[in-house]
DNA sequence: CCTGTATTTAACCATTAGGTTATATACATT
DNA sequence: AATGTATATAACCTAATGGTTAAATACAGG
């Protein structure tokens, strides 16, 4: 599969609130189809369409034991994910950063200027 | 907007190639609705809808200038995506690390056991 | 072999997504 | 005012999503 095809279908299958709190569950340790669909007011087959969607995207594994159809986590797509994603770090940083500057400006400012102020702190209006 | 929806909104908005790709360029700085569709062989609503996916995401941010709409990155919900995406590095880590500590124990029994070996350094069958 | 339990598949439905073309809007320029 | 350029909206299409219920399958145990 291409590098772009993997991430999409990664994203994809985590933009399901469903899903990510199967994976959540599932980062605790495997369970059944069953115990997976427990805390949801949805029918079985929506879940198993669910863990298929996550399968598909290699976000999780599944054995066979007896009956059950246990599933497993594998988080290794979302290293991807996460490589992606860091691309952006430093930007949404920098915006940080500029907004934490501006917020020392005016607080040196605010320094400065010794105004009579309320008791919260607040500049009188 | 709830922590929930706005990770589904923005897994979601990055679910498609051509938004990734928006996105990407749009972190070289302002761009264009027409610049933005240009390396795409796609029409400009088509475009336009990307970018209203992207924009409901909060994603991008855009302005006015004469009959322009610059479109700007916005970076910040990428951080919430990263931090979800995160909680799962120590489990794709310890994947890793249990993959690489069998191959240690592998390499250290191939150097243990002296037994005659092919060309190619695998063991005669 | 029958029964119960776990899970999947089939058929269906409503909504959303991602694209199209044609039309409308907004602004700049002449 | 007329034209050209940038973008958005409308109307439409097809396919995919996310859910349902009912039926099928797979296995274990009496």
Known sequence: MLAQERLTSTFQALADPTRRAILSRLSQGEASVTELAAPFSMSMPAISKHLKVLERANLISRGKEAQWRPCKLE??????????????????EARFDRLDAYLKEVQAKEKK?????????????
């Open 75 to 92: 988080a290794a797509p979302l290293q991807q994910a996460s490589d992606w994603v860091e691309q952006y770090r430093a930007i949404w």
């Open 113 to 125: 200027i010794t105004k009579p102020r309320t008791a919260n702190g607040r500049k009188k209006s």
